[in-house]
C-alpha cells in the first residue's frame, strides 16, 4: 500500500477556519510542527505493522470540505452508556458538552478553549500535534486533593458521519490531586455510512498518592477509524489500573504511555481486543521505570478471527538507577481462524541490577484435547468452544477495576464473542 501525505494547503486552510480562542496560538504552533513531520508510515519502526494510509486519505477529503463538522444527531450505543451512573463529559463530533453544574464540590471540568496553562496541552509527536492542531475543543478535568469521588467520572466520545467522509478530536487532560481517588469510564461509540477517522488524546497527571481506575471500551462502527493516545504521569505512592476493551472499527492504533517517576508508584496495564472480518488493531504500550521501587503488571489478550490481523507491542524500561524496579508483562493470544494474525513483541530495556522483570507472549489455537473432555462430559462442540473462547476473555474482563460499568462491558463483548465464535462454526 503506498503511503498517502496530507495536503498541506487543504491543512492549513482547515486550521486557519476555526473560529479564535484560546486554543488559536496552540493550533497555529501545532500545525507547524505536524507539518515537519506529517503522519507516522510503516517506516518508523513503532507503526511497522500499522499502515495510515486510509486515516490520511480520508482526511484528505474531509479537508477538501474546509472541515465541515456537521452537528450532531445519534449514535448507537448511547442509551447503554448513559445508564451508568456517573458524572458525564460528552463529546459529539468534537464538540464537548458539560453537566458541570451536577458535578460535586471536589470535581471541576472546564473548556480549555476559554483558557488554559503553558505545558496543558501536549504536541510531542504527529497523532498529537494532528489532533491539537484541529482542535475544536478540550476538557480538564480535576479532581480535589485528598477527596474520593462517590461516582466515576464517565467520558463519552461518540461521532455520526453521514455520507461524506468525517475526521475528529478529542482532548481530555485529567489532573488526580494529592491523595485522591476517582474512577473512569471511557466509551467510543460511532454511527453513520460515511467514512470517520477519529483522533483521540488523553493526558493523565497523578499525584503523590492519589489513585484512578480506569475502563476503555471502544465498540466504534466496523468501517471507521480511531487512534487512540493516553499519556500517564504517575508521582511518587500514586496507582493507576487501566484496563481496555476493543471489540469495534476497522482500523485502530492504542498508545499507553506510562511514566512512572515516583518511589512506590505503580501501573495495572490489562487489555482485550477481538477482531474478526478484516479489522486491524494495534496496542503498542510503554512503561518507563524513572525511579525504584515501582511496580508494573501488564496483561493483554486477543481473540481473532477470519482475516482479522492484531498486534502488540508492550515495552517496558528500567532507567538507570531504578533499583527495586519489579516489571511483568504478558500477551496471549487466542486465533479461530487460520486466516488471523498477529504481530507480538513484548520487550524488556533494563538499565539497573537490581530488578525482578519478566515478559512473554504465547499463540494458539483452542486446545482440540480439552474440547475433546467437555464433549465427553455431555457438551456439544459448539457449547465446549464457547466455554473455552469465554473462560480465555474473561481472565481480562475480570480485572476491569471499575465496577459501575461491568455490566455494559460485560454486555458488549458477550455480544461481539457470540459473533466471532458464530463466524469460526461456519467457516
Known amino acids: 500500500m503506498k503511503h498517502a501525505v496530507i495536503d498541506q494547503a487543504l491543512?492549513?486552510?482547515?486550521?486557519?477556519?476555526?473560529?479564535?480562542?484560546?486554543?488559536?496560538?496552540?493550533?497555529?504552533?501545532?500545525?507547524?510542527?505536524?507539518?515537519?513531520?506529517?503522519?507516522?508510515?510503516?517506516?518508523?519502526?513503532?507503526?511497522?505493522?500499522?499502515?495510515?494510509?486510509?486515516?490520511?486519505?480520508?482526511?484528505?477529503?474531509?479537508?477538501?470540505?474546509?472541515?465541515?463538522?456537521?452537528?450532531?444527531?445519534?449514535?448507537?450505543?448511547?442509551?447503554?452508556?448513559?445508564?451508568?451512573?456517573?458524572?458525564?463529559?460528552?463529546?459529539?463530533?468534537?464538540?464537548?458538552?458539560?453537566?458541570?453544574?451536577?458535578?460535586?464540590?471536589?470535581?471541576?471540568?472546564?473548556?480549555?478553549?476559554?483558557?488554559?496553562?503553558?505545558?496543558?496541552?501536549?504536541?510531542?509527536?504527529?497523532?498529537?500535534?494532528?489532533?491539537?492542531?484541529?482542535?475544536?475543543?478540550?476538557?480538564?478535568?480535576?479532581?480535589?486533593?485528598?477527596?474520593?469521588?462517590?461516582?466515576?467520572?464517565?467520558?463519552?466520545?461518540?461521532?455520526?458521519?453521514?455520507?461524506?467522509?468525517?475526521?475528529?478530536?478529542?482532548?481530555?487532560?485529567?489532573?488526580?490531586?494529592?491523595?485522591?481517588?476517582?474512577?473512569?469510564?471511557?466509551?467510543?461509540?460511532?454511527?453513520?455510512?460515511?467514512?470517520?477517522?477519529a483522533n483521540n488524546v488523553v493526558q493523565m497527571n497523578i499525584e503523590a498518592g492519589a489513585n484512578a481506575s480506569y475502563v476503555r471500551l471502544q465498540n466504534r462502527a466496523r468501517h471507521h477509524i480511531q487512534t487512540n493516545k493516553l499519556s500517564a504521569s504517575i508521582a511518587e505512592g500514586a496507582v493507576l489500573n487501566h484496563c481496555a476493551f476493543d471489540i469495534g472499527g476497522l482500523l485502530v492504533r492504542n498508545d499507553l504511555i506510562i511514566d512512572l517517576h515516583g518511589k512506590a508508584s505503580a501501573v495495572t496495564m490489562s487489555g482485550l481486543y477481538l477482531a474478526g472480518d478484516e479489522q486491524h488493531i494495534d496496542n503498542h504500550t510503554r512503561v518507563d521505570h524513572q525511579v525504584g521501587p515501582s511496580t508494573s503488571r501488564e496483561e493483554y489478550r486477543g481473540i481473532l478471527n477470519r482475516k482479522s490481523r492484531c498486534v502488540f507491542n508492550g515495552k517496558a524500561i528500567v532507567h538507570k538507577g531504578a533499583d527495586g524496579t519489579d516489571a511483568q508483562q504478558s500477551n496471549h493470544n487466542l486465533l479461530l481462524s487460520g486466516d488471523a494474525e498477529i504481530d507480538t513483541k513484548p520487550?524488556?530495556?533494563?538499565?539497573?541490577?537490581?530488578?525482578?522483570?519478566?515478559?512473554?507472549?504465547?499463540?494458539?489455537?483452542?486446545?482440540?484435547?480439552?474440547?475433546?473432555?467437555?464433549?465427553?462430559?455431555?457438551?456439544?462442540?459448539?457449547?465446549?468452544?464457547?466455554?473455552?473462547?469465554?473462560?480465555?476473555?474473561?481472565?481480562?474482563?475480570?480485572?476491569?477495576?471499575?465496577a459501575e460499568a461491568q455490566d455494559f462491558v460485560s454486555a458488549a463483548i458477550d455480544a461481539r464473542l457470540d459473533s466471532l465464535i458464530s463466524d469460526a462454526h461456519h467457516e
Request: aromatic share 8%; hydrophobic share 40%; net charge negative.
Open 11 to 197: 491543512f492549513d486552510r482547515t486550521v486557519n477556519a476555526i473560529p479564535e480562542d484560546a486554543l488559536t496560538g496552540l493550533r497555529s504552533r501545532a500545525a507547524s510542527g505536524f507539518a515537519k513531520s506529517g503522519f507516522p508510515t510503516p517506516g518508523d519502526e513503532d507503526w511497522k505493522y500499522t499502515n495510515l494510509t486510509p486515516a490520511v486519505s480520508l482526511s484528505n477529503d474531509w479537508l477538501s470540505s474546509v472541515g465541515e463538522s456537521p452537528d450532531f444527531r445519534s449514535a448507537a450505543g448511547l442509551d447503554a452508556v448513559k445508564k451508568i451512573d456517573a458524572y458525564w463529559v460528552v463529546i459529539e463530533n468534537g464538540q464537548i458538552t458539560l453537566d458541570s453544574q451536577m458535578f460535586p464540590d471536589n470535581l471541576s471540568a472546564t473548556l480549555m478553549s476559554e483558557g488554559f496553562s503553558d505545558g496543558d496541552i501536549a504536541a510531542d509527536d504527529a497523532m498529537t500535534r494532528f489532533n491539537a492542531a484541529l482542535l475544536r475543543d478540550a476538557v480538564k478535568i480535576t479532581v480535589a486533593a485528598n477527596t474520593t469521588l462517590d461516582r466515576p467520572i464517565g467520558i463519552l466520545i461518540r461521532d455520526e458521519a453521514a455520507k461524506k467522509s468525517l475526521v475528529t478530536q478529542s482532548r481530555v487532560v485529567i489532573n488526580i490531586q494529592e491523595n485522591a481517588n476517582a474512577k473512569f469510564i471511557e466509551a467510543h461509540v460511532s454511527a453513520g455510512a460515511g467514512e470517520h477517522f
Open 347 to 402: 520487550e524488556l530495556e533494563i538499565y539497573a541490577d537490581d530488578v525482578k522483570c519478566s515478559h512473554g507472549a504465547t499463540v494458539g489455537q483452542l486446545d482440540e484435547s480439552a474440547i475433546f473432555y467437555l464433549r465427553s462430559r455431555g457438551l456439544t462442540k459448539d457449547a465446549a468452544t464457547q466455554l473455552m473462547t469465554r473462560a480465555f476473555a474473561q481472565a481480562v474482563i475480570g480485572m476491569n477495576p471499575v
